[in-house]
């Protein structure tokens, strides 16, 4: 009987699964999902331009908005996408951890509830900045937009340091991936939470650092996917 299922198995290299229990090719789908919301949400930062500090004057901030009203709205288009291709990773990265995990995936729970209400609130901060460069409006209403998305984008930072510890800490226990991948997601969380005194402050440091926890985020998040993709093959 057992000879009997490996054989059919063996002639259906679709029904064979990665090293982490997803089909090979949806592991492959995954990890092209993880590159594609790297690439988007980076093109989107880029396009918007270099933002006013956050604690510009309200004329400054006027002027960013009519000047780089294309940028921002196409900002929310790209980011919108990118944060799509990350939620389809994160079906792959949540049976990862739940593998892991032994089917009892409570930090993998974690990661994804605070993954999602992270991703959310970095969106509706993007709406929030598109919304302003819609169409002509006084400079008192584009600075009350310009510190909402900057309150929203701070806030962000709590939601994916959470999924940054919860779901190295489960790769780390593990030893599921190398040791340094761990390190670097640790890395960006701890950036992540200094960037979150943004709520409170609107120090320009703060946003700084909240820009330079999405980068190396990113870089852990090509990095995983990578790894996806290697378990493919």
Not at 201 to 227: G, Q
Request: some cysteine; charged content about 10%.
């Amino acid at each position: 009987m057992t000879d009997t299922i490996s054989t059919q198995v063996t002639a259906r290299p679709e029904a064979r699964t990665g090293e982490r229990g997803l089909p090979h090719e949806g592991m492959r789908v995954a990890a092209v999902a993880g590159l594609a919301f790297v690439v988007l949400d980076v093109a989107g930062t880029l396009v918007a331009g270099a933002p006013p500090a956050a604690n510009a004057s309200a004329a400054k901030v006027a002027t960013y908005i009519n000047d780089h009203a294309g940028g921002l709205r196409a900002q929310l288009l790209l980011g919108g996408l990118g944060i799509a291709a990350l939620w389809w990773w994160l079906g792959a990265l949540w049976r990862m951890l739940s593998t892991v995990e032994g089917e009892r995936p409570r930090l993998a729970l974690t990661a994804a509830v605070a993954l999602a209400s992270g991703s959310t609130l970095a969106f509706v901060s993007a709406v929030f900045m598109a919304t302003a460069a819609i169409r002509p409006i006084d400079v008192d209403t584009a600075h009350l937009l310009f510190s909402l998305s900057l309150v929203t984008i701070s806030a962000a930072g709590f939601g994916i340091a959470v999924f940054l510890i919860a779901a190295c800490t489960v790769t780390v226990r593990a030893a599921s991936t190398p040791r340094w991948t761990g390190y670097l997601g640790y890395l960006a969380a701890a950036a992540f939470l200094v960037g979150t005194l943004g709520v409170v402050s609107d120090a320009s440091v703060y946003p700084n650092v909240a820009t330079l926890a999405f980068f190396v985020w990113c870089v852990w998040t090509v990095v995983m996917s990578v790894l996806m993709w290697r378990s493919a093959d």
